[in-house]
């Protein structure tokens, strides 16, 4: 499972990184990690650092890749979700593995 932090591409929120990523291990989600692209960068960089690590996951044996995305990477991921085929995302949205999530406001912004 890639776990995709928010952070308007400017940044990487950090609730939203290992946190999630220990939380879907607890789940049984095995080999749960956070993925940092290049920040500040345009599009379409953070597209092709996401593509090109699930072709580098593929590659080292990976059949079944989960995607989560958080804010801004919400947005990346609905990107390849959307507009992209290929080999890498084989089993990606046929399995509904891909889910974008937007976090809880912070307590202090409820109020």
Do not use: C
């Amino acid at each position: 499972m890639i776990v995709l932090p928010g952070g308007g591409y400017s940044t990487h929120v950090s609730h939203e990184a290992e946190p999630i990523a220990e939380w879907l291990e607890g789940l049984g989600l095995r080999a749960s990690s956070v993925f940092r692209y290049l920040l500040h960068a345009r599009h379409p960089v953070p597209l092709e650092a996401l593509r090109g690590e699930i072709r580098r996951r593929r590659e080292g044996g990976a059949e079944r890749i989960g995607i989560i995305g958080f804010s801004a990477d919400g947005h990346l991921n609905q990107k390849h979700r959307h507009g992209w085929t290929g080999p890498e995302w084989a089993n990606l949205a046929d399995h509904g593995l891909l889910a974008s999530m937007r976090s809880p406001a912070p307590e202090s912004q409820t109020r």
